[in-house]
Structures are given as C-alpha cells and as structure tokens.
T-cell receptor, first 114, second 113 residues
Framework: GDSVTQMEGPVTLSEEAFLTINCTYT??????LFWYVQYPGEGLQLLLK?????DKGSNKGFEATYRKETTSFHLEKGSVQVSDSAVYFC?????????????FGKGTKLSVKP | NAGVTQTPKFRVLKTGQSMTLLCAQD?????MYWYRQDPGMGLRLIHY???????AKGEVPDGYNVSRLKKQNFLLGLESAAPSQTSVYFC????????????FGEGSRLTVL
C-alpha cells in the first residue's frame, strides 16, 4: 500500500541554519504530496503542497519539490528561526484511494536554538 | 472563525468506561476524519465519512464507533475504553476527497487508566 517515510528526529539546529527534512514515498498512480506542521499544543496545519511531478510548493520560506523520479518531497528552508520549532509531517493522498485520506509519515521534531 | 472544534480537549477514563468525542466543523465540508496520534507512529486514520449519514473504517477502527447524523458533526465513540486507547485524537475535515487540504482540530487528549 501507499506509504511515506521521513527522516527520524529530533533535529536540533541553531537559528539561521539551513534545514532539510527528507521525505520519500511509495504510491501507485499520481499522488498529491503535502507537508503539515504541528506547533506545540496545536493541531496540524498545512504548510505546503504539490499536486504533480516537478511542482514546487512554498510557504513561509519553506520549499519542497515533487520529484517523481526519486519519489521524494524533501522540505527545505534556507534560514530557520526559533519560531519554526515544531513537528513536521510529510503526507500523501492518492486519487482513488481512501476518499481523500492523508497517509502520514511519522513526523520529524525540529528544535531551533537561539 | 471556528473551523474544526473538538470537545472535550482532555479526558481521563477508567478501563471499561465509555465516552464520546465530538467534532464540529463550520466550513460546510463533506469529508470528515478521525485520527489518533501516538509517539513515533505519526497519525493513523480511525474512521472517516464522505458525507452526512455515511461512515467507513480506516486503518485502526477496532474499539471505536462513529456517527455522522448531521453534516457538520462527526462523533467518535469508545464503548469500553482500554489503556491502549490512550492517545491524542484529531478530527479533520475536507471539502474535496481528491487532492484536498485537510483542516484539523486542536486535538483531544484521552487517558485510559
């Protein structure tokens, strides 16, 4: 079945460091790919998405490119801030799958130190 | 601007007790979902609904029941709680079942002793 694998955490960075969180997926067909973020004590919220190969999603300085050839959707940010500390989830949804259900990776906790 | 609202936010139960979690959305979404979040496991789908009066099983449905009597509400019930059901539960809704964004509630933390 469809699945998402993302890098284990936690990840600890200093402010202004470069961030990469790796995400690879297994899916039949043409899934849409997402990054969700969960701030402490809150629910998940959409950070960015891409619906077809070579699309780049971007938001709040974060970017991810849908790479079909490597089945990847790595999250990057050039300069992280303390306020970026959160848990990041990579996810996919597959047309024709479980009615729009998102399949999530296990999450990567990011801590940014001043 | 409520979005998705879950009640209660915290609950402690004893083994064998029953309870219901309520999810309400004000966005007129057709699709609603219940997930549980456990450490190191990510989010796993319990049940979902594609419209008023419909429900379907997700990845981990055992021990849970759901109902969608009104479009805006999606109820998750535990008939006989077990310690393995200690978790954080998230409700989500979506306008579209294909490539749509999910909107999540703030979560309900349930502890079963």
């Amino acid at each position: 079945g469809d699945s998402v694998t993302q890098m284990e955490g936690p990840v600890t960075l200093s402010e202004e460091a470069f961030l990469t969180i790796n995400c690879t997926y297994t899916a039949t067909g043409y899934p849409s790919l997402f990054w969700y973020v969960q701030y402490p004590g809150e629910g998940l919220q959409l950070l960015l998405k891409a619906t077809k190969a070579d699309d780049k999603g971007s938001n709040k300085g974060f970017e991810a490119t849908y790479r079909k050839e490597t089945t990847s959707f790595h999250l990057e940010k050039g300069s992280v801030q303390v306020s970026d500390s959160a848990v990041y989830f990579c996810a996919l949804t597959n047309y024709g799958g479980s009615q729009g259900n998102l399949i999530f990776g296990k999450g990567t906790k990011l801590s940014v130190k001043p | 601007n409520a979005g998705v609202t879950q009640t209660p936010k915290f609950r402690v139960l004893k083994t064998g007790q029953s309870m219901t979690l309520l999810c309400a959305q004000d966005m007129n979404h057709e699709y609603m979902y219940w997930y549980r979040q456990d450490p190191g496991m990510g989010l796993r789908l319990i049940h979902y609904s594609v419209g008023e009066g419909t429900t379907a099983k997700g990845e981990v449905p055992d021990g849970y029941n759901v109902s969608r009597l009104k479009k805006q509400n999606f109820l998750l019930g535990l008939e006989s709680a077990a310690p393995s059901q200690t978790s954080v539960y998230f409700c989500a809704s979506s306008y579209s079942g294909t490539h749509g964004e999910l909107f999540f509630g703030e979560g309900s933390r349930l502890t079963v002793l």
